[in-house]
Structures are given as structure tokens and as C-alpha cells.
């Protein structure tokens, strides 16, 4: 990789397998890297019938892994947008600070 590229998409791997997201009835929306912990979160919740002190520690992995992938984004968000101002800031400077395309109101 290029100095200054983001990559882009989650450095975990995916570990559940499509197939096995389907078998398991994941919804789509939570088929990401941590659907692979969501599965026996699901089984223990349905075995302790939802009992909301059952299964923290299921609960709690599943929910670091979702964190964690939030925090990567974020991360790499940043790394974009300070790519685009250093992008912008050489633009100007190389057209003596008239930018060719007009910024919109309220950037």
C-alpha cells in the first residue's frame, strides 16, 4: 500500500461462514466480522429464554468486537478526511489560492 492510502474495509477477518449466517437466521444487518460471536449469543439468549443477566459474558465479547469495529471506521474516516485537506490545501496552493471549483456555502 502507497503512503497516504487508507485501506479500506475491517483488518478481522470474517469467521462465520454465509452459509452458516443463514442456517443460524442472522439478520442481514448484523452479518459482519462479529457475527461469528452473535451466533451462541443467539443460542444462549433463546436456551435462557432472554434473561437479561444470562449470557453476559456472550453478550460482552459480541459487543467489544462491534466497538472495535466501530472505532476502525472512525479511524479510517479520519485518515480520509485529512487526505482530502492536505489534497485541498496542495490545490490551492498550486493555484496561487483561487480554487477551479467553488466550495458549496457552507463548507
Not at 472495535?68 to 485529512?82: A, C, F, G, N, W
Request: charged residues 30%; contains cysteine.
Amino acid at each position: 500500500m502507497a503512503d497516504g492510502e487508507v485501506k479500506l474495509g475491517s483488518s478481522k477477518p470474517m469467521i462465520a461462514t454465509r452459509k452458516e449466517m443463514v442456517d443460524e437466521k442472522v439478520p442481514i444487518a448484523y452479518r459482519d466480522q462479529c457475527a461469528h460471536l452473535l451466533i451462541p449469543l443467539n443460542k444462549c439468549r433463546s436456551a435462557e429464554l432472554f434473561l437479561p443477566w444470562k449470557c453476559e459474558n456472550e453478550r460482552h465479547t459480541y459487543e467489544k468486537c462491534e466497538y472495535e469495529l466501530v472505532m476502525e471506521r472512525m479511524l479510517q474516516m479520519q485518515k480520509i478526511r485529512q487526505r482530502e485537506e492536505e489534497r485541498l490545501k496542495q490545490q490551492k496552493t498550486l493555484n496561487g489560492g483561487i480554487p477551479l471549483i467553488p466550495s458549496p456555502a457552507n463548507a
